[in-house]
């Protein structure tokens, strides 16, 4: 006669197998870094405020992808936060040279006109000379 296993009641099955262990959590990667944006349209405002600094920024908002697709992630995001900045940079010096001119063709006008009804420079803002009928 055998006698049962010390614990097991009369219900309960005898099974020598190791019941089936949970699935260990997965380890887990950081996020895929997401692809910086090119700044293409920063580059465009560049090169319609102020030209010079277009050359530059189109080249680092073209160069973003080829960074990104070999691998160079910090490489990347520096070619696009360059051209943003230099597309902002070009913004601010367009701006500041359209408030020059707008300034000084005030003051160029302002000059014209106090110097055209006060008649101090002959024929500005009168006739010609007179011709006699002989």
């Given at each position: ?75 990347a995001r520096h070619a696009s936060q360059r051209a943003r900045y230099l597309g902002i940079l070009s913004l601010c010096i367009g ?39 002989g």
């Amino acid at each position: 006669m055998t006698t049962p296993a010390p614990g097991v009641g009369p219900d309960e099955p005898r099974t020598t197998e190791i019941p089936p262990a949970e699935p260990a959590p997965a380890t887990e990667q950081p996020p895929a870094p997401i692809r910086p944006a090119n700044n293409i349209g920063w580059a465009v405002a560049s090169l319609l405020f102020f030209w010079p600094l277009s050359f530059s920024a189109f080249t680092h908002a073209f160069n973003v992808f080829p960074l990104w697709t070999e691998g160079d992630v910090d490489g990347a995001r520096h070619a696009s936060q360059r051209a943003r900045y230099l597309g902002i940079l070009s913004l601010c010096i367009g701006g500041a040279l359209f408030v020059i001119f707008a300034v000084l063709y005030l003051g160029f006008m302002l000059l014209l006109m106090h110097h055209g009804h006060h008649g101090h420079h002959g024929n500005w803002g009168g006739p010609g000379p007179r011709m006699r009928r002989g």
